[in-house]
């Protein structure tokens, strides 16, 4: 009888200890699964197709953004002529190196010829030619208003765009060249005009001053790409309601680059030349963005006060005060769930900001090994592939439909945790080479950088008046 209560009660606790175990492993399983993306491949990769996002524009003061490399994006004459993988990483590293040197206080070559005053003759920049922007959005110029398309970038102050009679050079864009002569309201700025003057800090340049005594501006971009032409007032237009004369804005004479087909660029960063500040009596100085998943879709630019409830808020950094860029303090990273093993230090000495120019997100060095050496780690299942470029950890997905990745986030000062999405984790070439999205600087010094990959599909709302940035999900859906 003693036996058998014996055999009865270690049955009991077996079975107890088989079900607590179970359990626990289902739970753990669980866990893990709440911190992987599960996706099909072909998600990943490229459609010829546009397919605009469903979300409608919960403000008036909202214009459409589309991947300048992509088919919802198509200027006249160039359809297919996208630049391969390698050359947009090449670019991305070019703007990277100008962003690197500009914080780190290192001062370009000045631009002689700024300081001439030819009479009908432009200052011309000479530097490598490559690519500048990702992201463009529609406004209107003038009166009647012609409607451009301008590529945005928060890394950027001075708006501007190709005019004639294109006095040194204009390359090919996708809507015909602006001809002030034939709008009422363009007025160009005078040499002797203090907003003349407060050129240089915009653009990092002393402003010229034609025969005509009209201001001449000179701007040259992380990529080597440029524009010299004159500074002028001009009639904005962004939204039927949100038409704002009298903006300052440079119209080009002179410009080269591989801006494949945008008529200029809109100047989004923190000088009282751009247009945050110009337009700050309307739109108090807040602006928010989505970019798309991927180069079909189609994401937006709204301004103006309106924020959602999720929206959570990180303050400004303090040490990039006075420059175009937003800085963010970063304090850490996790992948699959787990936070990495990184000090805080590692990211506040060289600090971080976040640009919309900037393709793939930079690290510091040792921030970056830790982040892919965890990441191979959880994706040992698959065949690596060759390295591109800046990008060394790739995959060979070929023989996957289905896929599983690592999620990760990203921990900014106040507590705010960002979901990176999956389409923001890997950056695909093709199906048998699908990298991770993230590279390392060189120089533990060198600033990190928040690049647009990774915040897909994040609705980013800059609140400049109250030094913040915040980041919520599902903004182009």
Same mark, same amino acid.
């Given at each position: 009888?003693?036996?058998?209560?014996?055999?009865?009660?270690?049955?009991?606790?077996?079975?107890?200890?088989?079900?607590?175990?179970?359990?626990?492993?289902?739970?753990?399983?669980?866990?893990?699964?709440?911190?992987?993306?599960?996706?099909?491949?072909? *998600?990943?990769?490229?459609?010829?197709?546009?397919?605009?996002?469903?979300?409608?524009?919960?403000?008036?003061?909202?214009?459409?953004?589309?991947?300048?490399?992509?088919?919802?994006?198509?200027?006249?004459?160039?359809?297919?002529?996208?630049?391969?993988?390698?050359?947009?990483?090449?670019?991305?590293?070019?703007?990277?190196?100008?962003?690197?040197?500009?914080?780190?206080?290192?001062?370009?070559?000045?631009?002689?010829?700024?300081?001439?005053?030819?009479?009908?003759?432009?200052?011309?920049?000479?530097?490598?030619?490559?690519?500048?922007?990702?992201?463009?959005?529609? &406004?209107?110029?003038?009166?009647?208003?012609?409607?451009?398309?301008?590529?945005?970038?928060?890394?950027?102050?001075?708006?501007?765009?190709?005019?004639?009679?294109?006095?040194?050079?204009?390359? #090919?864009?996708?809507?015909?060249?602006?001809?002030?002569?034939?709008?009422?309201?363009?007025?160009?700025?005078?040499?002797?005009?203090?907003?003349?003057?407060?050129?240089?800090?915009?653009?990092?340049?002393?402003?010229?001053?034609?025969?005509?005594?009209?201001?001449?501006?000179?701007?040259?971009?992380?990529?080597?790409?440029?524009?010299?032409?004159?500074?002028?007032?001009?009639?904005?237009?962004?939204? *039927?309601?949100?038409?704002?004369?009298?903006?300052?804005?440079?119209?080009?004479?002179?410009?080269?680059?591989?801006?494949?087909?945008?008529?200029?660029?809109?100047?989004?960063?923190?000088?009282?030349?751009?247009?945050?500040? #110009?337009?700050?009596?309307?739109?108090?100085?807040?602006?928010?963005?989505?970019?798309?998943?991927?180069?079909?879709?189609?994401?937006?630019?709204?301004?103006?006060?309106?924020?959602?409830?999720?929206?959570?808020?990180?303050?400004?950094?303090?040490?990039?005060?006075?420059?175009?860029?937003?800085?963010?303090?970063?304090?850490?990273?996790?992948?699959?769930?787990?936070?990495?093993?990184?000090?805080?230090?590692?990211?506040?000495?060289?600090?971080?900001?976040?640009?919309?120019?900037?393709?793939?997100?930079?690290?510091?060095?040792?921030?970056?090994?830790?982040?892919?050496?965890?990441?191979?780690?959880?994706?040992?299942?698959?065949?690596?592939?060759?390295? &591109?470029?800046?990008?060394?950890?790739?995959?060979?997905?070929?023989?996957?439909?289905?896929?599983?990745?690592?999620?990760?986030?990203?921990?900014?000062?106040?507590? &705010?945790?960002?979901?990176?999405?999956?389409?923001?984790?890997?950056?695909?070439?093709?199906?048998?080479?699908?990298?991770?999205?993230?590279?390392?600087?060189?120089?533990?010094?060198?600033?990190?950088?928040?690049?647009?990959?990774? #915040?897909?599909?994040?609705? &980013?709302?800059?609140?400049?008046?109250?030094?913040?940035?915040?980041?919520?999900?599902?903004?182009?859906?």
């Amino acid at each position: 009888m003693a036996f058998l209560k014996i055999f009865l009660f270690a049955y009991l606790f077996s079975k107890c200890f088989c079900y607590a175990l179970e359990a626990r492993v289902t739970t753990e399983s669980q866990r893990e699964l709440q911190h992987l993306h599960t996706i099909q491949l072909s *998600s990943l990769l490229p459609s010829s197709v546009c397919k605009p996002s469903t979300k409608a524009n919960e403000s008036d003061s909202s214009l459409k953004v589309v991947h300048r490399h992509g088919p919802c994006f198509k200027p006249n004459g160039e359809k297919g002529k996208w630049p391969s993988h390698t050359e947009i990483l090449l670019q991305d590293q070019s703007r990277v190196n100008s962003i690197h040197s500009k914080l780190s206080a290192k001062t370009s070559a000045s631009l002689d010829k700024m300081k001439e005053k030819g009479a009908a003759t432009l200052p011309a920049i000479h530097g490598s030619v490559v690519g500048s922007g990702n992201y463009i959005v529609t &406004v209107g110029i003038g009166t009647p208003k012609r409607k451009l398309s301008l590529i945005f970038d928060t890394g950027s102050d001075l708006t501007w765009t190709q005019c004639k009679p294109c006095v040194g050079f204009c390359y #090919q864009q996708k809507e015909k060249i602006f001809d002030p002569k034939r709008s009422k309201s363009y007025r160009n700025v005078s040499c002797s005009s203090t907003v003349c003057s407060s050129l240089e800090s915009a653009t990092g340049n002393i402003p010229g001053c034609a025969s005509n005594k009209t201001c001449v501006y000179a701007i040259q971009y992380g990529d080597s790409s440029f524009s010299v032409g004159f500074f002028a007032k001009e009639t904005l237009t962004l939204t *039927s309601k949100d038409v704002f004369p009298k903006f300052l804005l440079g119209c080009g004479q002179n410009n080269r680059g591989l801006f494949r087909g945008a008529a200029g660029l809109l100047g989004l960063g923190r000088n009282k030349i751009s247009l945050v500040y #110009q337009t700050a009596s309307k739109y108090k100085k807040r602006f928010s963005y989505c970019l798309p998943s991927s180069s079909s879709s189609t994401g937006h630019l709204t301004f103006g006060p309106g924020i959602k409830k999720s929206v959570k808020f990180t303050p400004l950094s303090s040490a990039f005060q006075g420059s175009s860029f937003y800085g963010l303090d970063m304090t850490g990273i996790s992948v699959g769930g787990e936070k990495l093993p990184i000090a805080t230090a590692v990211f506040s000495t060289p600090g971080t900001i976040i640009d919309s120019g900037t393709v793939i997100t930079r690290l510091p060095p040792h921030a970056y090994t830790v982040l892919k050496t965890a990441f191979r780690q959880l994706m040992s299942k698959y065949p690596t592939a060759p390295a &591109v470029s800046v990008l060394d950890t790739c995959y060979d997905f070929s023989e996957h439909e289905t896929i599983t990745i690592p999620k990760i986030s990203f921990f900014f000062n106040g507590g &705010v945790e960002v979901d990176v999405d999956v389409t923001g984790i890997m950056f695909p070439i093709r199906a048998s080479q699908v990298c991770l999205a993230f590279a390392g600087n060189s120089d533990p010094s060198d600033v990190g950088i928040f690049g647009n990959v990774q #915040q897909h599909t994040l609705e &980013v709302v800059y609140d400049v008046a109250h030094g913040q940035v915040g980041f919520a999900a599902g903004g182009c859906s």
